[in-house]
């Protein structure tokens, strides 16, 4: 990836609340939930708010680290193992009960979610996000 | 291929040839044009040059919906990649073997996916041919080299997409020295078609639109080589990696041979490897010298914020700019600088570079633990003649003056000639309006227009190496051609000309694309 700041926060923001809200209906009937599939929604959209809004602060500072790289760029390598510090990260907000609206999620649904939402957005963003939106990569991933 | 017999021939007059008077005058009207008996040959818009510049732009306009009757491309080539194809041969890039270029620079998918190495995975024909390629694009360059595509491979899909666009079609063959503005508007681009094949020595394509992608002015050669050549003739001794020199390897296979080696870039590592690989396969017993002008020996940089990586000599990087240039941070800091920041920056930038790839790594360590590949640092005072047919370099270095008899001498410096040395360029400096941008290429806007140049409500774009200098760095890569293309594209939309490539537009050309389908 070959972004600006600014083109990262908006990829942020677009992809979540596109790939990552079709991703999240799509799988929530199917994770290992008890109680009504509503309340299994009302965890999972709540998990995906929160990716996005820590997410933005991660950004922060992948940028900041992006400046020690000569080549001021970010490698697709570091899109998706990022997963892992920004996954642990609402793990621990989960368990502390810091999502606002999220009781107790069992890991396994936690997991299967998160893991899900990040593989297809991370896809997306490193091949086919290129074809509707063809000034994207070269504007630093701006999208307005 | 178009031969321009629908050319009308208007009042003529004249022999069909330019005259003084057409010369020496910057502004053209109908009535000169005719006068001279040169015919008219009207098109919208007019592509100079026939390489992966002009091809990638005609791509661009025929998915925003140019029909190819609109389009005219002038050229002596037979093909987009024709040129490239030959610099990448002779500097030992043969179609098996991998360029230095992204995954997804494609100049034959405007979108760049799928990307070359998705699509070598889907069409391998083992399981670690379809592993391999998709793993080294997930862990480039922090666990393994970047992914680069063969040469044959990209040949090959650009073929495929001039088909698919028709490009043969909008093809007129002939050479472009002089392109001049029209009254009234637009401009006359002069075309000499190949001898006997048209009436007249002249044909004048009058268009509103005009796009130069010339390609390299020219060759230039280190000076203390080029002397050398011009006092001793001999052009077999001293060679440059960008001309054919197949000779020198093939007479180190018959006859072992000290060989130095000039230059720290991409083309010196390629000379260097075939004639290490000639070593290992072949039985070759070559000494190779390696010169570099200015040696680096570790990372470097002006701040801990922008330091590349170096050592052995060579500044490393993947591709022949930091990869931000092509749409990241460094595409957007460079776009808005002007003057003399913006020449400073590229300076930062540039300099001779190379990647760092672990195949070269270890063959120049076997070279250098066996003995036979030594390096030097200095400057080169003079070639001269030695004994026995020997070329003899002195070299200046740290620790006094050096003599080194070598059979062979390869200039892998890759130096690039003046953009007047390009008759078409030089025109354009003299009688077109264009000047030059803070590091002496053409000055082009961030759309890509020829700074000076405009014509009443024509314009004239140029992308390719003659605009390095301008608002974004990388104009001579195949993403750098496609990005000139998109801001033309964009411009010549907003004109009115072509349709605006928003998303409907583009997931359908991409859906076309992926169906091969000809439009």
């Known amino acids: 990836m070959l972004v600006t700041l600014g083109g990262r926060i908006q990829t942020r923001i677009f992809i979540l609340l596109t790939v990552g809200l079709l991703v999240t209906l799509v799988v929530t009937p199917f994770l290992p939930a008890r109680g009504p599939l509503g309340s299994a929604y009302g965890v999972t959209l709540r998990v995906l708010v929160a990716v996005l809004v820590l997410g933005v602060l991660w950004e922060l500072l992948y940028h900041g680290l992006q400046q020690f790289r000569w080549e001021k760029d970010w490698p697709t390598f570091f899109g998706l193992i990022t997963a892992v510090n920004e996954g642990l990260l609402i793990w621990l907000a989960l368990t502390f009960g810091l999502v606002p609206g999220v009781g107790e999620v069992p890991g396994i649904t936690f997991l299967l979610d998160f893991t899900a939402v990040w593989l297809i957005t991370w896809l997306c963003v490193n091949g086919p996000m290129r074809v509707p939106f063809i000034h994207w990569r070269f504007r630093g991933g701006r999208l307005i | ?519």
Not at chain 2, 321 to 330: A, D, I
Request: glycine share 12%.
């Open chain 2, 1 to 519: 291929m178009l031969t321009p017999h629908g050319a009308r021939q208007q009042a003529s007059r004249g022999d069909g040839d330019l005259t003084p008077a057409l010369i020496d005058t910057d502004v053209w009207t109908d009535e000169m044009v005719a006068g001279a008996g040169i015919p008219i040959v009207d098109s919208p818009i007019v592509m100079i040059g026939g390489g992966i510049g002009s091809f990638v732009t005609t791509d661009y306009l025929r998915i925003c919906g140019v029909p190819t009757t609109a389009i005219r491309v002038l050229t002596t080539l037979d093909f987009p990649w024709q040129t490239y194809q030959f610099l990448t041969r002779v500097s030992q890039i043969p179609a098996n073997e991998r360029l230095r270029s992204d995954s997804a620079s494609r100049p034959d998918n405007i979108w760049g996916f799928p990307s070359y190495a998705v699509e070598e995975a889907l069409t391998a024909k083992s399981l670690q041919g379809f592993i391999a390629p998709l793993l080294q694009v997930l862990v480039e360059p922090i666990f393994t080299d970047y992914y680069t595509p063969r040469a044959g491979h990209v040949f090959q899909a650009m073929q495929r997409e001039s088909e698919r666009i028709r490009y043969p079609e909008m093809v007129v063959k002939g050479q472009v020295r002089i392109v001049r503005r029209r009254a009234g508007g637009g401009y006359f681009s002069v075309l000499t078609p190949p001898e006997g094949s048209t009436q007249t020595k002249r044909i004048a394509y009058r268009s509103q639109y005009v796009h130069v992608a010339v390609g390299y002015p020219g060759l230039k050669f280190l000076p203390d080589l080029q002397g050398y050549r011009e006092r001793h003739g001999d052009h077999s001794r001293v060679v440059n990696a960008y001309e054919p020199h197949e000779h020198v390897y093939e007479q180190l296979l018959r006859q072992p041979g000290t060989v130095v080696v000039r230059g720290g870039g991409i083309v010196a590592s390629r000379v260097l490897q075939r004639l290490m690989e000639d070593r290992f396969n072949k039985g070759a017993q070559t000494q190779i010298v390696h010169i570099f002008r200015t040696f680096i020996t570790g990372s470097h940089g002006p701040s801990m914020f922008m330091r590349r990586r170096g050592g052995d000599g060579w500044a490393y990087q993947g591709f022949n700019y930091p990869k931000s240039v092509w749409g990241g941070q460094l595409k957007a800091r460079m776009r808005k600088l002007e003057g003399a920041e913006r020449a400073a920056l590229y300076k930062v930038m540039g300099g001779t570079n190379t990647p760092k790839r672990k195949l070269w790594q270890n063959q120049m360590a076997q070279g250098r633990r066996e003995g036979w590949y030594h390096t030097y640092a200095g400057e080169v005072e003079q070639i001269m003649p030695g004994d026995g047919g020997a070329v003899v370099t002195r070299v200046r270095t740290a620790g006094g003056a050096l003599e080194i008899p070598a059979a062979y001498i390869i200039d892998g410096t890759g130096l690039e000639a003046d953009i007047s040395e390009h008759r078409l360029l030089a025109d354009l400096l003299q009688h077109g309006g264009a000047g030059r941008n803070p590091i002496g290429r053409l000055d082009v806007e961030r759309t890509f227009e020829v700074r000076g140049t405009r014509s009443g409500a024509g314009v004239m774009y140029a992308s390719g190496t003659a605009t390095l200098g301008g608002y974004f760095p990388g104009v001579d890569t195949f993403l750098g051609l496609q990005i000139a293309a998109q801001e033309i594209c964009d411009d010549l939309a907003a004109r009115g000309f072509s349709k605006r490539l928003g998303i409907g537009r583009s997931v359908s050309g991409w859906l076309k694309w992926a169906r091969n389908r000809r439009i």
